[in-house]
C-alpha cells in the first residue's frame, strides 16, 4: 500500500475515533452577543482550574497514556464592552505515554485555546486573537466544521469541542434582529495534530519505515491567511447557516521532492473553496439537522495529490427526553468527482454514528455509549464511558473502547481502556 493510502486511513481512522466519550462538558468558550449585555456578568469570578491525571492501556496492558494535565480558563467582561477569553492546557507526559520523546527527560506540551478580546458596539462586536470557530450544526461528523483544525494527539480521550486548536483571527460579527453576518481572516492556519509528537513519526510507525524524510509545508504566518464568511438566521423553531471561505487544507498531501540519495516528501496544505449551508428544526424534545458542503480543487492524500472536488450530505437527529437521556443518530455520505477514471481511488465514503447519554443517581453518574462504522476502510468504533462525580469538584471518569480496522498498519490505534480524574477550582 502506498505511503499517501497509508496517511489517509491514518487521517480517516483518527478523525473517525475522536469521540465524544466524556459524560462532563468543560467549559465551553462562549458565544458572546453584543446586543443583549447582562451586567450582572461583570461582578462574577470567572477563573477555572482543572487539574488532571489519565492513565489508559491497550488490549496487552502496556500503558499508552500517563499525563498530568492542568487547564486553565477565564472569560468575563472588563469594562462596560471589552468581553476577554482566556483557555490554556498544560500536559506532562510520562516516559510511558505515547506522547513521550525517548529523547527528553521531561516532554510537555502547551496549548493555547482561546486568548482573545471581545469589542462591542451597538449592532456589531470585533473579536481579535487565538480562537476557536465552530460551524453548522453536527455534533461528531465534521461536514462544514473545518475552519478551526482539531488535536487528534488525544485520540479517544477528547470530546471534539474540547480538541480544537486555538488560530490568531480577526473575525467581525454584525446584529440584525434574528440574522447575523460574520467574517473571519485567519493570519497563521494550524494543521491537525497527531498521536505521537509530529507526523513523520507517524506516518513511520504506520508505515515500519523510516528510509524517508517528511518535511512540513505549512505556510508561515500571514503567508496564507484564509478568509471565510457566515451568514445565520434563526426563524422561531428554524436555524440556517450559508457559508463560504478560502481555506488551507487542515491535513496534508505528500508531495515527493527527491529521491536520490534519499527519499523526501513534503506534507503540503493546499488551498480549496468551501461552501456549505446547514439547517436546524428544533421541535418539543427532537433536533432535526441537515447539512452540505462542496469542497473545489481539495488534494486529499490518497489521491496522490490529484485535484478533485468533494461533496458531502450529512443528517443528524438528537431526542432530548427531559434531560433523563439524550439520543443522536448522524450519518453522512461523501462523494468525490474525480478528473479521471480509476479504480484506485474511493468515490464514496459513508459514515453512521449513534450516541446514548444517560444519567443516574441525580446525575452524579452518567454513562455515554458510542457506536459507529466508516466504509470503505471498514472502521468500527464502539466506546462506553461511565462519569461520576462524587463531589461537586471532583470527575471520575472511565472509558471503555473498542476499535475494528481490517487494516492491520493502524498500529496507532488499538482498543483501550482509560481512567480520569480531575478536580475543580
Known sequence: MSIQANLATLITAISFVQV???GFDDFQTPEFDATSLNPAIESETNWKNTL???????DNSDTIVNRLSWRLQWEGLQGENNYWVIDTKLRL???????????????YDLNLN??????????????????????????????????????????????????????PIIGMTWYHQ?????????????????????????????????????QDGLPDAFEEPELLLKFQSQNNKHEYQWIVGSLLQNDPTLEQRSFVPSVIFSAEYPRYTLVA????????????????????????VDTGGLKIDESTIA??????????????????????DLPIQTSLIDTELDQTIASLRKNFLNETLTANLFIGSINPGDIEVSSLSLSYTPVDDWLIELIFT?????????????SNTLLKASMYW
Open 20 to 22: 465524544h466519550a466524556a
Open 52 to 58: 488532571s491525571y489519565t492513565n489508559a492501556a491497550d
Open 93 to 107: 507526559f510520562n516516559k510511558l505515554d505515547m506522547q513521550h520523546d525517548d529523547e527528553k527527560s521531561i516532554d
Open 114 to 167: 482561546s486568548l482573545y478580546l471581545q469589542k462591542s458596539f451597538e449592532n456589531n462586536s470585533l473579536k481579535a486573537g487565538f480562537q476557536t470557530i465552530t460551524l453548522g450544526f453536527m455534533d461528531f461528523i465534521n461536514v462544514s466544521n473545518v475552519f478551526t483544525p482539531q488535536d487528534f494527539s488525544e485520540a479517544v480521550f477528547t470530546s471534539p469541542e474540547d480538541s480544537r486548536i486555538g488560530q
Open 178 to 214: 434574528k440574522q447575523q453576518i460574520d467574517i473571519y481572516l485567519n493570519l497563521a492556519p494550524a494543521e491537525n495534530r497527531y498521536p505521537t509528537n509530529n507526523l513523520e513519526q507517524a506516518l513511520k510507525t504506520l508505515l515500519g519505515n523510516s528510509n524517508f524524510t517528511l
Open 277 to 300: 449551508a446547514a439547517y436546524s428544526f428544533t421541535h418539543k424534545n427532537h433536533q432535526f439537522k441537515l447539512e452540505g458542503s462542496y469542497k473545489n480543487s481539495i488534494r486529499p
Open 315 to 336: 443528517a443528524g437527529w438528537e431526542y432530548n427526553a427531559n434531560d433523563n437521556y439524550t439520543l443522536t443518530v448522524e450519518t453522512s455520505k461523501l462523494y468525490r
Open 402 to 414: 473498542h476499535i475494528k480496522a481490517d487494516n492491520s498498519q493502524n498500529s496507532l490505534f488499538s
